[in-house]
């Protein structure tokens, strides 16, 4: 038996213990693999949990972290700061949509989205002209604190800490042929006058299914935020860093938000980190004599220097690395191989932006806890595959560093999954 087990007092994130009690131990990491106790390799097709872009330990991002811990450590961020928060803000705000003038650190892609309603809600707070309510999209996902869940999709996932959640305005996922009742939906919540802002994950709604929409509905969205100065937060927490083909998604429609949530690849995937942009109009709504107009908001890890190098130095792989025509690659080639599923009567909505391609597996029953979740997992990892299946939707989000025989390796086990699957039902 490799791995811990129900001896372990540790405590696995979205994991039922008393099902699977038994977790794989990994020893080490190198490009697209885990590397297990076992000396087994196994492709990493999710790259852990979307954080790992180029690669794991890529070399220049694990050299830059050797350097920075050379000279730090954890340093407060109030009254003091440092040269890699600094000289990443910058790199960040170059990167970024024109308009984007300040950063504010924080440590996942939780505390990004939460940072990013509180500098909303501030903005109108401090303007006098108080809103307060936040208009998302049906199937969301923004992270598991109280807040981040009051603005996602609501189910059993949060359904324990329902009573504390806080009430949103929800607009329709833009299914085909029917985008403009979604549009329609935001310019009646919008029009009311009380909407702060619309929070979004551009392109690709991941944890809600991997579902996709076109970057020309992104252009509707801004067109009806600025018509009625309700701000557009987009969370791209997840499709950041390359994953939908471009650096961000937003550039796919040209677009810039006001407030915009990135965290995951800011790193490579290497370190904990992310990152709140915001406008220069919701900063200067902080900016005052008067203390009680202050940003508040902390965590004791705020720009942690050893975070920031380690993004720094994933700035400089963009920058002299043909991470783009990587990316492409990628593309490429799920392009190439998703062609021989969108015949086969075993999967339904093949689906693909950049280097993310889902598809959904033609089963009864769907939802988070069906069982053919559990059942696919387990049969990818006897294979070797890192794959999590959101309920029935099948998805590959490798790192860029992934080869043609690894992609080969996955596709083919999920055909054979759908056999396996068929045959366990009849
Ligand atoms: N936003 C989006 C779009 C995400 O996909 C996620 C995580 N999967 C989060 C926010 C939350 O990030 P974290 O898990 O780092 O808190």
């Not at 701000?231 to 961000?248: K, P, S």
């Not at 677009?255 to 995937?269: F, Q, V």
């Not at 969108?342 to 939802?367: C, H, K, M, W």
């Amino acid at each position: 038996m490799t791995g811990s087990s129900s001896t372990s007092p540790v405590w696995h994130p979205f994991s039922q213990h008393q099902l699977e009690p038994v977790f794989k131990q990994i020893v080490r990491t190198d490009g697209a693999y885990l590397i297990d106790e076992n000396g087994r390799s196994v492709f990493d097709a999710i790259s852990s949990w979307w954080v790992i872009t180029h690669g794991h330990r890529h070399p220049a991002i694990m050299q830059a972290i050797r350097l920075a811990l050379e000279r730090f450590d954890q340093i407060i961020f109030a009254e003091y700061t440092h040269e890699p928060a600094e000289a990443l803000a910058r790199g960040l705000i170059g990167l970024a949509p024109p308009g984007m003038a300040h950063v504010f650190y924080s440590d996942s892609g939780s505390t990004a989205v939460e940072v990013a309603i509180k500098m909303a809600l501030g903005f109108f707070h401090n303007n006098r002209a108080p809103r307060s309510r936040v208009v998302v999209m049906e199937h969301g996902y923004h992270g598991d604190t109280i807040g981040t869940m009051s603005a996602g999709e609501r189910g059993v996932f949060n359904a324990p800490y329902a009573p504390l959640l806080f009430d949103v305005d929800t607009i329709p996922f833009p299914e085909e042929g029917r985008e403009q009742q979604t549009l329609d939906a935001l310019e009646r919540f919008c029009r009311g006058g009380e909407i702060a802002a619309l929070l979004i994950e551009p392109l690709v709604l991941g944890a809600g299914g991997m579902k996709m929409y076109s970057p020309h509905l992104l252009t509707e969205f801004r067109r009806i935020t600025e018509r009625y100065d309700t701000l557009l937060i987009a969370d791209e927490v997840m499709t950041g860093w390359g994953r939908t083909g471009t650096l961000l998604a937003c550039e796919q429609s040209d677009i810039t938000p006001d407030i915009l949530c990135l965290s995951k690849g800011i790193t490579g995937g290497a370190l904990p980190l992310a990152a709140t942009l915001c406008t220069a109009e919701i900063f200067a709504a902080h900016l005052s004599d008067d203390r009680s107009r202050m940003f508040f908001h902390s965590s004791s890890y705020t720009a942690n220097p050893i975070a920031c190098a380690a993004a720094l130095a994933n700035l400089d792989v963009w920058c002299k690395e043909p991470v783009k025509e990587r990316i492409q690659a990628v593309a490429d080639m799920h392009h190439e191989r998703l062609v021989r599923f969108r015949p086969d009567p075993r999967f339904s909505n093949i689906r693909q932006q950049g280097t993310i391609a889902a598809l959904d597996l033609a089963v009864e029953t769907t939802g988070y806890l069906s069982e053919v979740g559990p059942r696919l997992r387990a049969f990818f990892r006897q294979r070797d595959l890192l794959i999590r299946p959101l309920g029935n939707v099948i998805y590959l989000m490798p790192p860029y560093c992934v080869t043609e025989s690894d992609l080969d390796r996955a596709y083919g086990a999920i055909e054979e999954a759908a056999d396996f699957i068929r045959k366990a039902a009849s």
